[in-house]
């Protein structure tokens, strides 16, 4: 159980165009979803908590009006990556936490990485 | 501020060695620390978690410790193997909460030498 599916795994983009990606809870609601991006041997930073009917709350340094969330359902988030740059190109990762646990471990998905050519 | 370190990079040990990982903190009193494995290209995976109260968990050949003391948590495989090669992770809860917000250290490189 607790499976999250994102999509794409990988997309190559030009810059100036928008990429959408897709964040699922396949088995379990998800009233919280996290939405991270990845450098080659970096840690895994947090960009967005998306709480699924409210607005996303964004990391400092991250702009909401470049990354836009939406987490419209209890089982789906997504991230779109507008006017995309050449330095947007990372690993994506969102999470998801299962709200009936009372600590939460995350659920992630496999990433998706991101090319702006 | 607070940080989440471990400490290697990249740890290199023959099959069958027992690999054990570092991951240290500051500033911080967690109530809770989590262990996470992730493969090349691969979201992370959950593995174990310690409260603060629990001085040691284990999970089949895996164990850790968590030393409050110290702000230090020990990540240990038993018996490796080449297929425990991948990126471990620890990740501290940011507000003390429940709420899944984690940081997350850099992350040890393990490769497993058959």
């Known amino acids: 159980g607790a499976v999250v599916s994102q999509h794409p795994s990988w997309v190559i983009c030009k810059s100036g165009t928008s990429v959408k990606i897709e964040c699922r809870s396949l088995d379990f609601q998800a009233t919280t979803m996290f939405w991270y991006r990845q450098f080659p041997k970096q840690s895994l930073m947090l960009m967005a908590t998306?709480?699924?009917?409210?607005?996303?709350?964004?990391e400092q340094g991250v702009e909401k009006d470049k990354f836009l969330i939406n987490h419209a359902s209890l089982t789906l988030s997504t991230l779109t990556v507008t006017s995309a740059h050449p330095e947007d190109s990372s690993f994506y990762i969102c999470?998801?936490?299962?709200?009936?646990?009372?600590?939460?471990?995350?659920?992630f998905g496999n990433g998706t990485r991101l090319t702006v050519t | 501020s607070q940080k989440i370190e471990q400490n290697s990079e990249a740890l290199n040990i023959q099959e069958g060695k027992t690999a054990t990982l570092t991951c240290n903190y500051t500033n911080y009193s967690p109530a809770y620390l989590q262990w996470y494995r992730q493969d090349p290209g691969r979201g992370p995976v959950f593995l174990l978690l310690i409260r603060e109260n629990e001085k040691e968990k284990r999970k089949e050949r895996l164990k850790v410790t968590f030393d409050t003391t110290l702000k230090q948590s020990l990540f240990h495989i038993t018996a490796s193997q080449p297929a425990d090669s991948a990126t471990y992770l620890c990740a501290l809860d940011r507000d003390g909460g429940s709420q899944g917000n984690l940081i997350f250290g850099k992350g040890t490189k393990l490769s497993v030498k058959p």
């Open positions: 999470s998801a936490r299962a709200p009936s646990r009372v600590i939460s471990t995350l659920h």
């Open positions: 998306s709480n699924e009917g409210s607005k996303a709350t964004y």
